[in-house]
């Protein structure tokens, strides 16, 4: 059977038949329900798990940390040409709200801001290929069938912009705590109070544009993002079941998360409640992400903006198994994002993440033009075959199937 075909043709009917995949969706649940069907005769459990989702309490964070910041700004202004010193407490107020918001939603993945939004019903799709005999260790390839709003920030600017954009925010809140600190202590002349309000001025115009990060009304159809890690895990599955294959002690899992895009909600929900089942094996997650470009191959061993560690013997895995292919796979620098292998990390779960995506401007990532017209079947060839690898090196077995 060609896998790559079958990759490439589930994709395509996911995004053809399942629009508007967003997290909490009605088409989330019928694509997992497609891939589940197709599934059916390849493993030997299927179980669904349910989980509250509000999903757009995520993504919202920056938009509103922007928000915030500009109502900061304002009543710094009023305090400076009105002589008004409650204003500088009042643009505190509000400028230490946008920090909190930002920092707990989009750098540490905590449900602040979740109660704000309307809530959903998530759903995480589990299944798994028992091993031959009392299973020792447990894999799980970990895909998310949930899509992106498409943003217009990365969709138009170019890196240098967009972190542009960020720094100033993040520059705002600091300049803003010292200047309104400033202003209250009453020493400065207006005239220096005023150039601190052109400061915040120029500050604000260069973060304005991530009010518009988020597109609410345009959804995209995820093919890379992330369709592409669903079906490179469900097609060694696939390929398992063809050839009549068990490994003897090990299961071979396949996770589907649901609202990935909003902060690894389904990871987390799935992590936690299952955490004793996880614990009770040698178990290893490998989440697999927009598999689109081979030169932008990365592991990612960190997570959460750069707080949080990978498992480093998970990260090994796939640099072994890459080498075995070829490949000499570095560990991926500073991004603004996180994959679901740090849901797993986070409570002690050994994890990590393959990706192929550039943080730049791309028509493949949080853009309408990442459809099934724009896969790149090479690099899933590439990445199938690494995956496929380390699977078996976890296995501790000498067959490559």
Not at 145 to 150: G, P, Q
């Amino acid at each position: 059977m060609d896998y790559i075909r079958y990759i490439t043709e589930g994709i395509e009917s996911i995004c053809k038949h399942h629009k508007r995949r967003t997290a909490g969706s009605e088409t989330v649940r019928s694509a997992q329900a497609e891939m589940a069907a197709s599934m059916k005769d390849c493993v030997d459990e299927i179980r669904t798990q349910q989980f509250e989702i509000h999903p757009q309490a995520f993504m919202g964070s920056v938009p509103l940390e922007a928000f915030l910041c500009l109502i900061s700004c304002a009543f710094f202004l009023v305090g400076v040409y009105r002589s008004q010193s409650w204003a500088y407490m009042v643009s505190l107020v509000f400028m230490m709200s946008a920090v909190v918001a930002v920092v707990a939603e989009y750098a540490l993945y905590r449900q602040l801001t979740d109660r704000f939004y309307p809530r959903k019903t998530g759903q995480n799709l589990y299944m798994v290929r028992k091993a031959k005999n009392t299973p020792k260790r447990r894999i799980i390839l970990c895909g998310h069938a949930d899509a992106a709003y498409e943003m217009p920030v990365l969709k138009y600017l170019p890196a240098i912009l967009i972190y542009i954009c960020i720094g100033s925010g993040v520059l705002f809140w600091l300049v803003n705590f010292l200047f309104c600190n400033l202003a209250l202590a009453e020493f400065l002349p207006q005239g220096v109070l005023e150039v601190l309000a052109v400061i915040e001025i120029v500050l604000s115009v260069l973060y304005a544009p991530l009010l518009f990060l988020v597109d609410w009304r345009t959804v995209v159809d995820g093919a890379n993002d992330n369709l592409t890690g669903c079906f490179l895990g469900m097609s060694l599955r696939k390929e398992m079941a063809d050839k009549d294959l068990r490994f003897d002690d090990t299961e071979v899992c396949c996770l589907i998360t649901d609202g990935e895009e909003s902060g690894l909600r389904g990871a987390h929900a799935f992590a936690i409640e299952n955490v004793e089942e996880l614990m009770q094996l040698n178990t290893m997650v490998i989440a697999v992400d927009t598999i689109h470009s081979e030169k932008e191959l990365r592991i990612f061993s960190r997570g959460i903006n750069y707080t949080e560690s990978n498992s480093e013997e998970a990260c090994n895995l796939l640099y072994f198994a890459g080498m075995k292919n070829g490949l000499d796979l570095p560990n991926a620098e500073f991004y603004p994002g996180a994959c679901d292998s740090e849901a797993f990390s986070v409570i002690g779960i050994k994890a990590a993440a393959i990706c192929g995506v550039a943080f730049t401007p791309q028509d493949y990532y949080h853009n309408v033009k990442d459809t099934y017209t724009n896969l790149n079947p090479e690099c899933i060839r590439i990445v199938r075959s690494v995956l496929k690898d380390a699977v078996d090196m976890f296995a501790k077995v000498g067959n490559i199937f």
